[in-house]
């Protein structure tokens, strides 16, 4: 018996990857009231679809995925505009890829030509919805939970780390260096908070991706395009969850909760890809839920605007980096810094203000942040909870010669109450043979005021000799605030 094409004798709505789904309940059985599936919205059908479509199905024709995209992305540049909610935007991607694949069957049946079976169409329609939405043929690695960073280096293996940092290389998600150009290109002119330039004239690339990753981006400055993509595997996170994890000890986690509702201001410093976000948005999770949060990043990293329960009154802010040429005072047109940012927020009736990773002269909007007294958190690259402080005078002085470096000694002793360092080490399983990635908490320190108008530097915590995080002081200004969190 020949196969019914799906073409033939109606659209494409009617394959099963956009039929109802089995009924969950007994509940939902009963109030259905139908004697066949009803059909679903061609949103709910391809949510239903396995995470992602497979990067190696061997039968997947990747040039057609690509050229789908090209064409749905036309059409959905006509049917939306800056107005409409992502929510919008992605449903009316789903209608435009079921308009796309019937015509596609149509036209087979009508040619002769080769047709496409109803499984592989199903797969065909999530690859298409994930390079018109998401990562294309990265998208697996994007929702491989165990996934925490992804390399890619043009058309070479994909590098994949795991959380115990596990290295393994996956199949090429692109034909060419041209390929991948083309690909991020079309990522940032669909970028989550306002289009982004990828070009020649601006070579590097720096977006949240949905569900709060981030990706980085070089190409022409760069011997061939390549690109990191850093999952946040933690996001509804606390500090009771890293005592369980072991990235600090019970006593360290209740001085810093005692730290952050007393509202001091906290620098959580370390090497990248030490957990500094992770710990930032756990020490952030310690601020009462009805506070007026306050959050402003280069891109949106911390997420803290997706957990309602633990913020209730939250403003997120992303600056913007403008494109085109730049002006006579230096700015590229629609460049929305953070500093530009912060002027907004304090006119936000905020309880207190989060500016995220400090990378240069960002340093000086989490100054004003922190000079409110309402503590702030933020976080800096340093190899060591003291260094951390050359490194914020650093990163103030790259705003030029009207930031002295007393300037921003006084600032950091005035301001900082508290560097947290973080640090990513390998140690030893409870079999002594296996070896896996952990995050410590490794030091903490406090700062206050001292001679000249430099920092004076307290410790707080250190690891002793045996590894384990040991209370060393407590200053005296904190002293009432540790004994509040134990």
């Known amino acids: 018996m020949s196969e019914v094409l799906p073409g033939e004798d109606g659209p494409i709505t009617g394959l099963p990857i956009f039929a109802a789904p089995p009924a969950r309940h007994a509940d939902d059985r009963a109030t259905d009231g139908l004697a066949t599936p009803p059909r679903r919205s061609i949103r709910d059908a391809l949510a239903a679809l396995p995470p992602s479509a497979p990067r190696d199905d061997p039968g997947l024709d990747w040039a ?39 015509e596609h069957v149509r036209q087979a049946v009508t040619t002769g030509g080769a047709t496409v079976g109803v499984d592989q169409q199903s797969v065909l329609a999530r690859a298409v919805f994930d390079a018109l939405f998401g990562l294309g043929r990265l998208q697996p690695l994007i929702d491989d939970p165990a996934v925490e960073n992804i390399e890619v280096y043009g058309a070479e293996p994909v590098v994949v780390i795991d959380g115990d940092g596990r290295i393994t290389r996956c199949p090429p998600v692109v034909e060419s260096d041209d390929e991948l150009i083309d ?39 760069t011997h061939q395009p390549v690109v990191v993509i850093r999952r946040h595997r933690l996001v509804d996170i606390d500090l009771d969850d890293l005592v369980a994890r072991g990235t600090l000890t019970p006593q360290a986690a ?29 020490l952030a999770n310690e601020i009462d839920p009805e506070e007026k949060l306050g959050t402003i990043e ?58 995220g990773e400090v990378r240069g002269r960002e340093v000086l909007p989490m100054f004003k942040a922190m000079q409110s007294g309402a503590g702030s958190l933020s976080t800096i690259h340093a190899h060591s909870a003291r260094a951390s402080v050359e490194r914020l005078v650093t990163c103030a002085m790259e705003a030029g010669p009207r930031v002295s470096a007393e300037f921003a000694y006084r600032q950091i002793a005035q301001h900082v109450d508290l560097v947290v360092h973080v ?50 002081s407590v200053p005296s200004w904190l002293a009432a605030a540790a004994g509040s969190g134990s």
Request: glycine share 10%.
């Open 64 to 102: 057609l995925v690509r050229s789908f995209r090209q064409q749905a992305a036309a059409r959905l540049s006509e049917q939306v505009d800056d107005a409409t909610t992502e929510a919008g935007r992605r449903a009316a991607g789903r209608e435009i890829i079921a308009q796309l694949l019937d």
């Open 183 to 221: 690909m991020l290109t079309f990522l940032a002119s669909r970028g989550g908070s306002g289009e982004r330039t990828f070009s020649t004239a601006s070579p590097s690339l720096h977006l949240h991706l949905h569900g709060g990753h981030r990706l980085a981006a070089s190409g022409w400055t």
């Open 254 to 282: 209740a001085f810093l909760r005692a730290a952050v509702r007393s509202r001091h201001s906290i620098v959580v410093s370390g090497p990248m890809g030490a957990g500094k976000t992770t710990l930032t948005r756990a």
């Open 298 to 355: 280069t891109e949106y990293e911390l997420g803290l605007h997706h957990l309602h329960d633990r913020h209730r009154r939250i403003v997120a802010w992303e600056a913007r980096p403008g494109s085109g040429e730049r002006g006579p005072d230096g700015r590229a047109v629609g460049e929305i810094t953070l500093d530009d940012l912060v002027y907004d927020a304090l006119r936000m009736n905020l309880d207190r203000l989060i500016v």
């Open 423 to 472: 640090e990513c080490r390998t140690l030893p399983d409870g079999d002594g043979d296996t070896v896996r990635r952990r995050r410590l908490v490794t030091e903490v320190v406090a700062l206050e005021p001292g001679e000249r108008g430099l920092p004076a530097v307290t410790d707080v915590f250190r690891l002793d000799p045996g590894g384990r995080l040991h209370p060393e």
